[in-house]
């Protein structure tokens, strides 16, 4: 199932039926949604371990913001192409043909991009208020990266909020969408949980699209803090189709209120982890047991699948889903595979090292 259109996940005002003589009162303007705030962005950019990090990568954190020159004239800063005073487009803000498009709509429906830049980008001349934001990634001169030359002031990554994602937390920027050349998510994600901390959210909130399958992204979030939240799988959160067999997010969150911003100096520099995904751990992640890994991922998966109806519609059921219990047996099944793991493999190398002891003393004898 393709991901969620912005047509499922915003609202429409009803149509009516019928003429009526008066007026109805419209709906309270909402309040825009400025996150990625230059600020901010310039807070972030400064704290040492950021700032090393994008100096050494010749890179620099761009948000997507409405200047105003001397002589009245508006103008947007991260554009590909030029804008005009009566609105901007999607391919404004980031060219079909660039890298990053390419990056993004290899495992991202091109569509939901396409209308995540447009929903982030409507504060733009004041056109409507938005409950999205936007900020980028960008090439402070020319690189190479995985041998391919990229020039200065080119888009290598994005990430996107939006407000009201998750009704269950209306308040609470949910991360849309990141997107970045292999190596650069890290600091895109930092950014987001420093304001979400910064701002005094409790928590952070996203879907994993592919769930458990997508092992690159459950540990890359893990990274951060971020663990499975089965109780935010419902139609007031991450929802589903509705006779949905097979989940095709994985909903996750992260308390903000256990974690520091030196925790978060130390994630981007890979020195810590913050999470605690056993699917994650370095003896699962080893290639040796590639195998197994995928054998816990697809329990794991089978698992959530089997109680994805219940979750979505309680009410069918006679029994309610108590999701964290659930959640919190599933995944201590994982970490008891994993000690018996660690055990084979600690069997495995000393057996190895006597082997390899055994020979040397037959070689030099």
Known sequence: MPPKTRSQTRRTRPRS???????????SPIRTLDFFTPEMIAEISSRPVVEDYLKRNHLKLQYLYNEITMDGVRFVLATDRPTTRSGITYDQ???QKSILFNRCTANINSDYVKEGIEDATEKIFNQQSTNFDIVFLMTTKT????????????????????????????????LKIICALEGFSTVLMYSYLYIIKRQQYNMGLLELAGCYYNI????????????????????????EEDDAKNATTLPMSVNMTKI????????????????DEPLCDATYMDRANKNEQEDEMERRELYFDS????????????????????????KDETKKKLRILKNKSKKQNLMQYINETISSAFRFK
């Open 17 to 27: 039926r019928t003429p009526t003589p008066s007026p109805t009162p419209s709906p």
């Open 143 to 174: 690189i190479t990266h995985r041998k391919k030359t990229i020039p200065a002031n080119t888009k290598v990554g994005l990430i996107i909020v939006e407000r009201g994602e998750c009704s269950q937390h209306s308040n609470i920027p949910v």
């Open 93 to 95: 803000i980031l060219d």
């Open 260 to 275: 520091t911003y030196t925790d978060l100096d130390a994630a981007l520099q890979k020195k810590k982890r913050l999470g």
């Open 307 to 330: 109680i994805l109806q219940k979750l979505m519609h309680p009410r069918r059921y006679d029994k309610k889903v108590k999701a964290k219990n659930i959640s919190k047996l599933n």
């Open 216 to 239: 690159r992204g459950l540990c890359a979030y893990d990274r951060f803090g971020f663990e499975e939240d089965y109780e935010l799988k419902n139609r007031r959160c991450f929802s």
